[in-house]
């Protein structure tokens, strides 16, 4: 089993300025349709390809967006056999309060989705998978709303698989979801304990946006959302628009953050297991990690996850993931992964013409059941 996501926006030459031609669509287009066959805004263009290919897709997109998430999968192979869209900014996270906005416990509007189907194997009506992908909110300094937003995730997931009566179903959860394997939600998802400095990110950044509360004043001319120029100042470390949280807020604290993830399941990530493993066997290559980038402690979840999925001229990072859940019977285990482009081809900053057509590399893992 395999699964690929795609998150496809049009960058601003601003914010790519290394990329040059590779920003035309005429270029990036064919370049990431061949980058999906191998191993969206602009689904009229997307769905052709996919269906020549013997592809059939499940698309949705958040409230008022311009792009989303698609799950694609072999027509000969699966059936569809139900799907469900999880909006975040309407989900609740608690029940013990009489007002909606503290028992929802967000910290802003973001209009970010989850996305999955139910996929059964042709031919039989016990065996199959649940894919589930999302773009969860891309603003750094917002840490503790992504990490409602992960946990919340991993919650409708199994609650999905759960009442579709599908339980012995293993779970695949891949996308962007723009936090780093040292961040909290990363070590909420896997089950490590949250560290100090982890703990302080989740404090700094509970506050509550001017989406939640219109009386918020105003401290920037510009909105920080995703589609903008990116002229705002220094729009990846300060919250703007913004008040400190206060307890009728109803943001989760640290203690009920993990209750909210214990609730769920622990994920496993296939590059964390896969390359911790090629490294345990002694045969590393020109393996480099994320931990090696940034000192992380080797038995630490996620210090084996890639060393970049995202390579810009301004940004350079680790955000996305391939996960996955077990069944109460079945383990999976990673059979094998796509190895990333090295870091030196990639130097210029992406996209790039022959190199990939998106500012974020593709990840692949071959899964199986034991």
Known sequence: MSDSCVVWFTPGSNLFPTSSKALKTSHREPMIHAEILSILDRLEKLS????????????????????????????????????????????????????????????????????????????????????????????????YERARQAGILIREVLNFRQSM????????????????????????LTGDSLTEVQSQRLHMSRVIHVTIDSTVPPTTKKADDEEGDGSEAD?????????????????????????????????????????????????????YTFGDRVSSPPTRLGAHEPMWTSYTHYWKTTLDYIFFVDTPKHSINVAGYLNLHRTTDMEAGLPQIGICGSDHVSLCAELFLS
């Open 48 to 143: 052709p390809v996919l269906e020549q290919a013997g592809y059939s897709s499940a698309y949705a997109t958040g409230p008022g967006k311009q792009h989303g998430c698609l799950i694609a999968y072999k027509q000969n192979k699966y059936n569809r056999l139900g799907e469900l869209v999880i909006e975040y900014d309407k989900q609740e996270v608690r029940e013990d309060s009489s007002l909606p906005a503290a028992r929802i416990g967000s910290s802003r509007i973001t209009k970010n989705i989850g996305f999955m189907v139910a996929l059964g194997e042709a031919g039989t009506d016990h065996q199959g998978v649940i894919i589930a992908t999302t773009h969860l909110f891309w603003h750094p300094a917002f840490t």
């Open 165 to 188: 009566k599908l339980d012995h179903w293993p779970c695949i959860i891949a996308g962007d979801f723009n936090f780093t394997p040292d961040d909290p939600a990363y070590s909420l």
């Open 235 to 287: 729009p990846d470390r300060v919250i703007n628009n913004s008040r400190v949280a206060t307890s009728s807020d109803g943001l989760l604290s640290d203690l009920e953050l993990t209750s909210l993830f214990i609730d769920g399941a622990k994920l496993r990530s296939a590059y964390d297991e896969g390359q911790r493993a090629q490294r345990d066997n002694g045969t590393p290559g020109d393996l």
